[in-house]
């Protein structure tokens, strides 16, 4: 269930290193935009590392299940971060496009996911707030997706359409459901119900 090499782990070498390349493993699909400015597969240079680190990076969902996690990573790395939370400095709001400007101002990157990724009208949103940070010149998004969904492929079509280098990563389950959200109250009731018939499903550890 849990792998050794986290999925946040993962995540921060994408936004910090540039380390695109396309896999299929444990769950968890990248894929980079064919408009990267570096080559797949090549890591950054020490200077392109440092430029990125320079700024800082807005992590959105900073209090939630995966955010959290690369917030803490990077931190601990000593490279600077912003929450994009309604609880952040300044708040940043998905139902709120006045605060998005203002969250991308001065940033380097963006680790991108959105709460409703999968439901009708996804793509307009996500499609506007990655216009706006190419707009802003923040081109660089590292974007959270769902796998096998259909609304979300959409919203990640909206997001390259912009023209941002982009990796998307398309995840399935984290092993984190069953401790801190969906699973949880099913499991404590004494019953987790689940439309999954026989299909082998990977779990992915956030």
């Excluded at 801190?180 to 499991?187: A, N, R, V, W």
Aim: proline fraction near 5%; charged fraction near 20%.
């Amino acid at each position: 269930v849990g792998r050794a090499h986290r999925f946040s782990m993962r995540v921060l070498s994408w936004i910090v290193q540039f380390g695109g390349r396309l896999s299929i493993n444990h769950g968890l699909n990248v894929i980079d935009s064919p408009d990267l400015c570096l080559q797949t597969g090549r890591k950054a240079t020490v200077k392109e590392d440092l430029m990125t680190q320079e700024k800082p990076i807005l992590v959105l969902g900073s209090t939630g299940k995966t955010g959290r996690r690369v917030v803490e990573r990077l931190t601990a790395r000593g490279i600077p971060t912003r929450a994009g939370a309604r609880s952040g400095e300044p708040p940043f709001d998905w139902d709120d496009r006045d605060t998005w400007a203002p969250a991308l101002q001065g940033v380097g990157s963006v680790y991108v996911q959105h709460y409703l990724d999968a439901l009708p009208g996804a793509a307009d949103i996500l499609g506007s707030f990655a216009e706006l940070a190419v707009a802003k010149g923040v081109p660089r998004l590292v974007h959270l997706s769902g796998r096998g969904e259909a609304e979300a492929e959409l919203a990640e079509q909206a997001v390259r359409d912009t023209g941002a280098q982009v990796t998307t990563l398309r995840s399935t389950w984290f092993s984190q459901n069953f401790s801190e959200s969906y699973f949880l109250d099913g499991l404590q009731a004494g019953e987790l119900a689940l439309p999954a018939g026989n299909t082998p499903e990977p779990f992915v550890d956030a």
